[in-house]
């Protein structure tokens, strides 16, 4: 009982994971300079982060730089972004000052800098393999599976960490023989399955014809972000990430290479 | 026959008292127990009260926090978790690391209730906030208003009171992030 009812409170203790539309990292501090507009996109097989924070200037000022600005930032006795601009697209992260038509309110000679950065997030690429390992027998459920899983891959975004966190979430197969599954397993090894070899899995194939195929597997992930450590928030859209390519050789079981004899080993592979 | 029944009683009497002097710090708490663990809210309207008298406290230490680029943080750890406390601290430390201050005070505009909860002695109010920053004025160390001309002057945020392990009614800021879902904060 004890320990359901601490889960329950650990759940409870992290609203922010499951509601919201769209955030950027702030709080009460930020907000006296500005709060980073923070958003997020999947396109192809990365998720890109970008944010545009207004930055104070502080000319001459010693506060201007963290020490590890990158180069290029700034140049000659223009002020120098607080924070790094890092995480690089070239051309895209950049810092620039904007001349609006001032309102009498703040120092003229200390223009507003707003800084603009994009970051690109790629989830680890999936591996996939195949058992028996380059042959399958015809007629005979050959058994693929993908080895990938949830991770969480980290950068920066305008200065302060940010993470996307990946989870797989479908598998595409072509098989190389025109036929096609989109399963919501990775499948796995026989032996972790508990089944004996040849046995049909969740994402085993049967091949009706002798040949070399290439069996080709894109796997699909959802994206999450947080930025500034704050709560994760969904980027819309699935990334589709290719694995490995397998080739391998079907034959029909009479002419297949078995690993013992058949006679001695009546249950070994092929036999 | 008596000797015999007393041989085999005398055990079962020490086994009995053994049980019952374990069972002692373990014993089922009385049936008027859960009423005295009422909910401590007992309605949304005291829960979003208690939950922005936290906040205005909570605020007007940060306040005095970023005005004063020389006070102390442990003010401000009283009133969050040791989570957000850590955000907080950095963000300040950047302020301060560009000699930045603040001058005015951010305020509360207004706050509504997204949730509440109870569950054991552990309580989650989750709050909208619209903090308005207007009549802030950021200085530089020269005394030099730095104010960004588009800084924007309310900002939504989504803010997470929990309280204190053992202190039933004082609660503390446990997160606040942007919130960008609707509220009216403009």
């Known amino acids: ?271 | 026959m008596p000797r015999r029944l007393r041989l085999a009683v005398a055990p079962l009497v020490l086994l009995i008292a053994t049980l019952t002097a374990c069972a002692e710090p373990t014993r089922l708490p009385p049936p008027e127990e859960p009423a005295a663990r009422a909910p401590l809210f007992a309605s949304d309207e005291e829960a979003l009260a208690a939950a922005t008298e936290a906040y205005e406290e909570y605020l007007a230490v940060s306040n005095a926090i970023t005005s004063n680029p020389d006070a102390p943080l442990a003010p401000l750890q009283e009133k969050t978790s040791s989570a957000h406390f850590e955000n907080l601290e950095a963000s300040i430390t950047q302020l301060r690391a560009q000699g930045l201050r603040s001058e005015g005070s951010s305020a509360l505009a207004s706050v509504e209730l997204q949730q509440h909860s109870q569950i054991g002695d552990e309580i989650l109010i989750v709050v909208y906030v619209c903090l308005d920053v207007s009549s802030t004025r950021l200085l530089d160390q020269n005394g030099n208003d730095v104010t960004p001309r588009d800084r924007a002057d309310r900002v939504a945020l989504e803010v997470a009171l929990i309280n204190e392990s053992g202190a039933l009614r004082d609660l503390i800021v446990d997160g606040s992030e942007t919130w960008t879902g609707g509220l009216n904060c403009s």
């Open chain 1, 1 to 271: 009982m004890m320990p359901m009812l601490l889960l329950l409170v650990s759940l409870a203790l992290n609203p922010a994971d499951s509601i919201g539309i769209t955030s950027a990292g702030c709080d009460e501090v930020m907000a006296l300079t500005g709060c980073p507009n923070v958003g997020g996109s999947i396109e192809g097989d990365s998720a890109l982060l970008n944010g545009d924070l207004t930055m104070v200037g502080a000319p001459g000022s010693s506060g201007g730089g963290s020490g590890d600005s990158s180069p290029g930032a700034g140049s000659g006795g223009s002020p120098m972004p607080p924070m790094p601009c890092e995480e690089v697209f070239a051309g895209l992260c950049y810092g620039e000052g904007q001349d609006k038509p001032g309102d009498g309110t703040a120092s003229p000679s200390i223009p507003p800098l707003t800084l603009s950065d994009v970051a690109a997030f790629r989830p680890q690429a999936p591996r996939q393999s195949m058992q028996p390992d380059g042959w399958m027998v015809v007629g005979l459920p050959t058994n693929f599976y993908a080895r990938t899983g949830t991770h969480i891959v980290s950068g920066t975004l305008l200065g302060s960490p940010a993470d996307v966190r990946f989870t797989p979430v479908g598998y595409r197969w072509r098989y190389g023989d025109s036929s096609a599954a989109r399963l919501a397993t990775p499948g796995a090894t026989w032996q972790a399955l508990g089944l004996r070899e040849f046995d049909a899995t969740p994402t085993s194939h049967v091949y009706r014809a002798p040949g070399t195929y290439v069996i080709e597997l894109d796997v699909e992930f959802t994206a999450e972000y947080r930025f500034a450590g704050g709560a994760w928030w969904a980027l819309s859209g699935v990334l589709v990430v290719p694995a490995n390519d397998l080739v391998a050789v079907a034959g029909s079981a009479v002419t297949v290479l078995v690993d013992r004899d058949c006679a001695t080993a009546p249950h070994g592979p092929g036999c």
